[in-house]
């Protein structure tokens, strides 16, 4: 009863900035924590940026801290994920996901919902 959509993915250069963002509709009074994770060709998905509903302690795994910054707007129901300095190794699809119970910072505790994710390509 949740759906998540992904915008803002493209082709940046390296060291360039992107801003992705992910919609919310449906049941979203349910979702206590939204977030980000990632997965390149031939990778396990990886956890990248999380927050709460509350928009308390924002979650970053090591590899982004410090370069991405995640936000929320509850009014909009929408994530954001601005990225900045963007590597090689940033390239991936990014997919935006739910959780109803909360998140931590290895990230969400338990994903309910996902979105279908959008591509994320650093050139060199």
């Known amino acids: 009863q949740v759906q998540l959509v992904e915008s803002g993915g493209g082709l940046v250069q390296y060291g360039g900035s992107l801003r992705l963002s992910c919609a919310a509709s449906?049941?979203?009074?349910?979702?206590?924590?939204m977030g980000w994770y990632r997965q390149a060709p031939g990778k396990e998905r990886e956890f990248v940026a999380a927050i709460l509903r509350t928009g308390f302690s924002p979650y970053y795994a090591d590899s982004v801290k410090g370069r991405f910054t995640v936000s929320r707007d509850n009014a909009k129901s929408t994530v954001d994920l601005q990225m900045n300095n963007l590597k090689r190794d940033d390239t991936a699809v990014y997919y935006c996901?739910?959780?109803?119970?909360?998140?931590?910072?290895?990230?969400?505790?338990?994903?309910?919902?996902w979105g279908k994710g959008t591509l994320v390509t650093v050139s060199s």
């Open positions: 449906g049941s979203i009074s349910s979702i206590n924590a």
């Open positions: 996901a739910a959780s109803r119970a909360g998140a931590n910072p290895k990230g969400l505790i338990g994903i309910n919902y």
